[in-house]
């Protein structure tokens, strides 16, 4: 079965930096999907990144604040950008192993000071 | 009124306990229905695939789904202190459409 395997696994940030995290995925697939987990909250979809076209972005997310990169069929990128406090949170790469089985990795813990 | 409602818990019961588990939603147009298992500093894992009405069971856990009300279950038997974790609820339109979480509720199986 498919393994996700996501970098880095935690960071701490300073206050209007970047990082971007990285998502490999140990066999093609065709769409894979970026959540955002804020403490007590619900997994919000981010956007949808397909192989060769640009990333659709939920509401209330832009690509500005989170540029997506998806340069072949096993990996993706997500950055975020000009963080602040507020970006504190658990990011979690996914994709549809089978049909209906969306299966994530194990995400990245970002804290921003 | 958020698409999905999930009460956050925590809940806390003793071994062997059973226990439920419980979504509301909004949304007449969901179709499929979903209950991940999330431990501490891990990802989510599928516990539960419903599709439509009914009821579906797999070892100790089983999955309800009443549309009409719009309500989804899952309960827990025998529950075991390695069954302490966020169990979240989600669900979708289609398969493969975008999925709708609940908050997670935390459940503490004490022994």
């Known amino acids: 079965s498919a393994v996700i395997s996501q970098k880095p696994s935690r960071d701490i940030c300073q206050r209007g930096t970047s990082l971007t995290i990285q998502c490999q995925v140990d066999?093609?697939?065709?769409?894979m999907f970026w959540y955002r987990q804020q403490p007590g909250q619900s997994l919000t979809l981010i956007a949808t990144?397909?192989?060769?076209?640009?990333?659709?972005?939920e509401s209330g997310f832009v690509i500005d604040k989170f540029p997506i990169s998806r340069p072949n069929l096993t990996f993706s990128t997500l950055t975020v950008s000009n963080m602040s406090p507020e970006d504190s949170s658990i990011y979690l790469c996914?994709?549809?192993?089978?049909?209906?089985?969306?299966?994530f990795g194990e995400g990245s813990r970002l804290t921003v000071l | 009124q958020k698409e999905v409602e999930q009460d956050p818990g925590p809940l806390s019961v003793p071994e062997g306990a059973i226990v439920s588990l419980n979504c509301t939603y909004s949304?007449?147009?969901?179709?499929?229905f979903m209950w991940y298992r999330q431990y501490s500093r891990k990802g989510p894992e599928l516990l539960m695939y419903?599709?439509?009405?009914g009821n579906k069971e797999d070892g100790r856990f089983t999955a309800q789904v009443d549309k009409s009300s719009k309500y989804i279950s899952l309960f827990i038997r025998d529950s075991q202190p390695s069954d302490s974790a966020t169990y979240l609820c989600?669900?979708?339109?289609?398969?493969?459409?975008?999925?709708?979480f609940g908050a997670g509720t935390i459940l503490r199986v004490k022994s």
């Open positions: 989600a669900m979708s339109e289609g398969s493969g459409n975008k999925l709708v």
């Open positions: 066999s093609q697939v065709t769409m």
């Open positions: 996914s994709f549809y192993r089978v049909a209906g089985e969306l299966f």
């Open positions: 419903t599709y439509s009405s």
């Open positions: 990144a397909n192989q060769g076209s640009e990333a659709t972005y």
């Open positions: 949304n007449s147009a969901f179709q499929y």
